[in-house]
Nanobody
Framework: QVQLVESGGGLVQAGGSLRLSCAASGRTFSSHHMAWFRQAPGKEREFVAAVSWSGGSTYYADSVKGRFTISRDRAKNTVYLQMNSLKPEDTAVYYC??????????????WGQGTQVTVSS
């Protein structure tokens, strides 16, 4: 079992930055690929970024490429999402997930409760 707890969300002006954290517990955390997804009101949950179990490979949605950076600290069992140059369309609940990797929600077995990110124009 893996338990995930997100933090770091909040309200920020367009052009600003936030860093989300996802603290994981469970013995198998280090063997899972990790990802961030987001869901805006009335929309499907969508892939944002993923990092491999080793931290050596990352992958991003086109909408955030060049603005967001995903990383993981295996010693701290934590995954981060650094978000820069935020736009109002980035407003959503952001979820941390652990699983087999890729961009599909069904590839991830464990999910956090989500953290709200609101970007004002």
């Amino acid at each position: 079992q893996v338990q995930l707890v997100e933090s770091g969300g909040g309200l920020v002006q367009a052009g600003g930055s936030l860093r989300l954290s996802c603290a994981a517990s469970g013995r198998t955390f280090s063997s899972h690929h990790m990802a961030w997804f987001r869901q805006a009101p009335g929309k499907e949950r969508e892939f944002v970024a993923a990092v491999s179990w080793s931290g050596g490979s990352t992958y991003y949605a086109d909408s955030v490429k060049g603005r967001f950076t995903i990383s993981r600290d295996r010693a701290k069992n934590t995954v981060y999402l650094q978000m820069n140059s935020l736009k109002p369309e980035d407003t959503a609940v952001y979820y941390c997930a652990a699983g087999e990797g890729g961009i599909a929600t069904m590839a991830y077995d464990y999910w956090g409760q989500g953290t709200q990110v609101t970007v004002s124009s």
